[in-house]
């Protein structure tokens, strides 16, 4: 199967106009961008596998076509989850509970880096915060990353939004 049958189970930008819901971070004062959280789709946490049939680098494709299970293990979503709302708790910083290690076949997030990683470990630098203010410790922002499990480096030193 190509594509989800239940709208709910429909990656959100697949939902209109590439629609994507994300959450840029920034240093302490707000003048470096960190980098970017996106929604990733479907993933199996058992197997470290993107359900995405291109590959991981296509996880923000528009046009991205979607095992319905996981192509390794045969694992499907959980049933009476719905994945849309799961993803916006996820790609957005309002709901901390979401970043917890998951298993089975679930929403992941993506991480886009703007600068190198050792940033966070430079300096004096104590808090992270997002786009809408709101400030992580460093600690914090790395359990934030341990819910990304893609992650990104290509856009290091570009600017992106």
Aim: hydrophobic share 35%; proline share 5%; net charge positive.
């Amino acid at each position: 199967m190509d594509h989800f049958e239940n709208l709910s189970t429909y990656p959100l930008w697949y939902l209109g106009e590439n629609l994507t819901v994300g959450t840029n971070y920034y240093d302490q004062k707000g003048l470096i961008h960190v980098g970017r959280r996106d929604q990733a789709g479907l993933y199996c946490w058992d197997c470290h596998v993107t359900l995405c049939k291109k590959g991981e680098r296509h996880v923000l494709s528009p046009d991205a076509l979607w095992y319905d299970h996981c192509p390794q293990c045969g694992a499907l979503p959980s049933p009476g989850v719905s994945l849309y709302q799961e993803h916006i708790k996820i790609s957005t910083s309002f709901n901390h509970d979401a970043i917890v290690p998951r298993r089975g076949v679930s929403q992941c997030s993506c991480f886009t880096w703007a600068v190198e990683p050792a940033f966070l470990d430079r300096g004096k630098r104590k808090f992270i915060k997002d786009e809408y203010g709101e400030r992580f410790r460093i600690s914090q922002f790395r359990a934030i990353l341990a819910g990304c499990p893609l992650q990104f480096h290509h856009l290091i030193g570009k600017v992106f939004a």
